[in-house]
């Protein structure tokens, strides 16, 4: 009679497969490493890397920017250190714990590792309270009132702005007509856009509102985007201190012509914010000139009658 034996061969785990790494992927990983360091390096030396690709050229274009800019820039940094890591001890534990042609069953298995966990799950939970208070301490400086110097009720309406200004007791108002792409689709004439003159280093108060529907006030340079709400006054406080010329558009689908609601911000000297003022028409565009759905809604004609009982 033929006697067969079983052993555990194929039943015992291969412990020591779980601690050979092969210095060929060792290798391999310290050129990638080095690799996307130099890369990493090499991009950073553009002053666009340098900002984190961010719109504004000038680091302190108001006196929001500088700020905005480091919380974007070193939350990217973080990240990036935080992925490589991440990336790093993955594909380390690809290599050096994969299956040889020589190992034989399955490696020791582990229900689970509970102090390896709470650190899975605490390293997370402080990152984010880490980026949510830096981030509300941002936030909270740029949205702070200031009592400034110069006021500005800027009003969006479909296709363009109006601009009233209050400066040193001065009341006076720009109306802004919509701009006009060219036939072919390409941009029109800049200068004939609605613009805005902000003086450079005063304070200065930007009440948002909306004539009609929701619109968004947005200058990429200034690195601040809020909407304007029919009904409800959104504020912006902010000190330009660069001097030029910045765009501006609506940010929020208005419509048809919402690509056209484009309008320029001149940032000047005291000098030139008051020669320009002087150019203005006197008093306000204020919410008489909104639109009013609910008066209008509100009058009732009698079929067969025209209003006024006629």
Known sequence: MKTTFCTNKEEGPSVSSQYRTGSRGSAKAKVIALVGAGALLLTGCT????????PNVERDTT???GAIQDLWVHSWIAVIIIGVMTWGLMLWCVVAYRRRKTDTGY??????????????????????????SFNNTIEKSIKAPVDSEVVIDVRAKQWSWDFNYNYEG??????????????????????????????AGKSVTLELNSRDVIHSFWVPAFLQKLDMIPGKTNYIYLTPQVEGTFAGKCAELCGEYHSEMLFNVKVVNDA???????????????????????????????????????
């Open 47 to 54: 002053a666009e890397a340098k900002r984190g690709w961010l």
């Open 63 to 65: 006196n929001h920017t």
């Open 107 to 132: 490696p020791r298995q582990l229900s689970y590792n509970l102090p390896l966990e709470i650190f899975y799950t605490a390293i997370p939970l402080v990152l984010v309270l880490v980026f949510f």
């Open 170 to 199: 001065q009341k006076k108002y720009f109306a802004g007509e919509q701009a006009h792409l060219n036939t072919d689709g390409s941009a029109g004439v800049e200068e004939t856009l609605p613009t805005l003159y902000l003086p």
């Open 272 to 310: 030139e914010f008051k020669a320009q003022l002087a150019k203005m028409e006197d008093g306000q565009l204020g919410e008489e000139y909104d639109r009013q759905p609910n008066k209008v809604n509100s009058v009732v004609v009698e079929h067969g009658k025209e209003e006024g009982g006629k």
